[in-house]
Every structure is written in structure tokens, then in C-alpha cells.
């Protein structure tokens, strides 16, 4: 079975670019989650959707970053315009269900660089 | 407080050793635990869940203590291949809280 796609998997921009990862679940997988990594630190949740529908985007910096699923599949993940302390990696999670306790199924993550 | 703490690292022993890590979290109302594994450069992958009653996955031990707030992992019999850091998850509503992690260095 195929894992998360993530792409690309690596991105260096200046400060107030704009740059725009995207994301393919595993098929079927019914929530999606984004999650920022910055380096020595743990996975903090920005959105989750379920289906097409967003269920928690309370941590999502939503002056600058924005994301969409349409169609219940693929996600787009958008940041506009970079800061500096934008630098982090960037996983996209999904899970078969809609159970928050189910486990979560990470990509290899996009690694963004914003000098 | 942070929501979820961790000992800090790094753990650094000799293959055989016996390794616990120690983590504890803030909400009281948080209802699922979880170690998550990740490697060097690569994304989390799942280690196990946390049972209240404790759970045993081959070398790998969970605890829970919901009174005291507090999840453990014990490692027995350390191999090279466990070195990685390890993330303590809580389920708190909807979302997953990840600790910082600890790494651990098996050396031979």
C-alpha cells in the first residue's frame, strides 16, 4: 500500500515569498492533518480536515498560511507571505477514519528553508 | 507548563541496556497516549499506544499513571536499531499534543 506523498521535499525561499506544499493520503484515508516541525521540537497540529471539511484549524497562523482539500483528497498547504521563522518541516498525516485516537500515517515531510 | 514534557536527552547507552523514559502532561481531560518513533531526518511512526493498565510489545513496556499525570517507556535489552527520538503524544479533544521527544544512542 502506497504511503503519504509529499511534495517537494525540499524548498528554500526568501522572506516574503510565497511557496505552497501539497499532499496525497494514503487512498481512502478520510482525515488529513498538517502538521509544522520545527528543528528540536515535536510535530505542532495546524489544521485537520475531514473529508473535505476542516475540524481544527485553531493553531493555523491564518493571516499567512492557508490550505484547502477539495474533493476529500489531496491537500494544498500555502504560506504567503514567509517569514524567517517559517523554517521547519512540514508533514502531512492521514488516518482511514474519523477517530481522533486512530493512528496517524506520516509523509516524509516538505523541509522549508525561508532566508 | 507545557502541555506535554519529556526528560530531556540525550540518552546515550551500550547495546543490552535497560532505558525508561519518563513524560508528563498538563490536561487532565486528555483521553489516548501514544509513543510515536522518528528517525533521524524521517517522519513519526507509531511505537504503541498506552494503555491504563500497562502494555508490553516485545522489549518495549508502556505505563500509565492518570492520577499522577505521567506515561513512561521502558526499553530492555537495547539494540543499535532502537537508536531514534522518541515523542510522547497525548490525545487531547481532537488533536494529537507531541512532546519534544527524547533521543536515544545505542552504541556497541
Known amino acids: 500500500e502506497a504511503g503519504v506523498a509529499q511534495s517537494p521535499r525540499y524548498k528554500i525561499i526568501e522572506k516574503r515569498q510565497s511557496v505552497a506544499f501539497w499532499c496525497n493520503p494514503i487512498s481512502g484515508h478520510a482525515t488529513l492533518y498538517w502538521y509544522q516541525q520545527i528543528l528540536g521540537q515535536g510535530p505542532k497540529l495546524l489544521i485537520q480536515f475531514q473529508n473535505n471539511g476542516v475540524v481544527d484549524d485553531s493553531q493555523l497562523p491564518k493571516d499567512r498560511f492557508s490550505a484547502e482539500r477539495l474533493k476529500g483528497v489531496d491537500s494544498t498547504l500555502k504560506i504567503q507571505p514567509a517569514k524567517l521563522e517559517d523554517s521547519a518541516v512540514y508533514l502531512c498525516?492521514?488516518?482511514?477514519?474519523?477517530?481522533?485516537?486512530?493512528?496517524?500515517?506520516f509523509g516524509p515531510g516538505t523541509r522549508l528553508l525561508v532566508l | 507548563r507545557k502541555e506535554v514534557e519529556q526528560d530531556p536527552g540525550p540518552f546515550n547507552v551500550p547495546e543490552g541496556a535497560t532505558v525508561a523514559f519518563n513524560c508528563t502532561y498538563s490536561n487532565s481531560a486528555s483521553q489516548s497516549f501514544f509513543w510515536y518513533r522518528q528517525d533521524c531526518r524521517k517522519e513519526p511512526k507509531l511505537l504503541m499506544s498506552?494503555?491504563?493498565s500497562g502494555n508490553e510489545d516485545g522489549r518495549f513496556t508502556a505505563q500509565l499513571n492518570r492520577a499522577s499525570q505521567y506515561i513512561s517507556l521502558l526499553i530492555r535489552d537495547s539494540k543499535l536499531s532502537d537508536s531514534a527520538t522518541y515523542l510522547c503524544?497525548?490525545?487531547?479533544?481532537?488533536?494529537?499534543?507531541f512532546g519534544k521527544g527524547t533521543t536515544l544512542s545505542v552504541s556497541s
Open positions: 503524544v497525548v490525545l487531547t479533544g481532537t488533536a494529537l499534543i
Open positions: 498525516a492521514s488516518s482511514p477514519g474519523t477517530s481522533p485516537w486512530e493512528t496517524q500515517y
Open positions: 498506552v494503555y491504563s
